[in-house]
């Protein structure tokens, strides 16, 4: 298992240190965001399945620095998505009270034609028995 | 320049800040900029190991006091390959090409021994380039402790039972 250190600087990922201590990479990690003039740091583990013949990374730590001054258009494998803002989590909304529409009136019509159809059936059935 | 030791207790933390803070906006400082007066006794605890291109024949062209094997007191100079197997100057350089592959700090903890005696402890390569471009040098340092205590004291706790 491995610890990178990586802090983001101009279109790519920049590793600063392999550890092979959680506790010592996070400590790195600071002492680089101290002087990463902003720059994004984060900490990815890296844990290899030597049966499956798998490496799996996952985002431990990162910095508070400005992503979105950084943009680029890499596609990165890390760090894992961070949760959403609280203020961003989808809520579902009440939605406003239907006006009384043209479509409820049209809602009648098929009725209503049924209503006097069957009302002339009747009379036509009453004329001729 | 150098962390002190009230800044930052961890040996290879006031190693990898010290690197950090040489290397400024470059990709990594030169070998020339490590000043091993200003490390006091960490110094003792550190190596420089010069890169060839034989990576067999890595040159070790500084060697810190407490971490030079038996028999190699006198010795200011020598080779990687030289070192006992198990020393930790040996265990230093089994993480040498992954520095250099990687361009980057690496930092790895575990057993290895100390003129003879099992020790556990910490260490850290640090890659310097006199160009700015190729490795030409790893700045290494290790700290440990005796591995013994722990055993004994815990030995000591059975017999008490």
Request: with cysteine; proline share 5%; hydrophobic share 45%.
């Amino acid at each position: 298992m491995a610890y990178e250190v990586r802090v983001l600087r101009g279109a790519g990922w920049r590793v600063e240190g392999i550890f092979d201590d959680e506790t010592i990479a996070v400590a790195a990690a600071k002492k680089v965001e101290g002087r990463a003039d902003r720059s994004p740091v984060v900490v990815i583990q890296e844990v290899y399945d030597a049966a499956r013949n798998h490496l799996k990374s996952r985002s431990i730590y990162r910095s508070g620095g400005d992503l979105s001054a950084h943009s680029t258009s890499m596609v990165l494998p890390f760090p894992k998505a961070a949760a959403p803002r609280p203020s961003a989590i989808y809520k579902p909304t009440r939605r406003p009270p239907r006006a009384a529409s043209s479509k409820t009136s049209a809602e009648i019509w098929p009725w209503l034609a049924l209503l006097i159809g069957g009302f002339v059936m009747i009379v036509f059935l009453l004329m001729y028995i | 320049m150098y962390p002190s030791l009230a800044q930052e207790r961890r040996f290879v933390l006031r190693l990898y800040e010290y690197w950090m803070t040489l290397r400024g906006d470059r990709e990594m400082p030169t070998h020339r900029d490590v000043d091993f007066a200003a490390m006091g006794e960490d110094a003792d605890y550190c190596v420089m190991m010069t890169i060839t291109d034989d990576i067999g024949k890595v040159v070790l062209s500084a060697i810190g006091r407490e971490l030079k094997p038996d028999g190699w007191q006198g010795v200011s100079r020598g080779l990687l390959a030289d070192c006992p197997a198990g020393e930790a100057l040996a265990t230093i350089g089994l993480h040498l090409n992954q520095t250099l592959q990687r361009r980057a700090p690496v930092s790895h903890g575990g057993h290895f021994t100390v003129r003879g005696a099992a020790v556990l402890g910490r260490a850290i390569l640090l890659p310097l380039s006199d160009d700015g471009v190729t490795v030409t040098h790893v700045l290494a340092g290790a700290n440990y402790k005796d591995a013994v205590d722990d055993g004994a004291s815990a030995g000591k706790m059975a017999v008490g039972r």
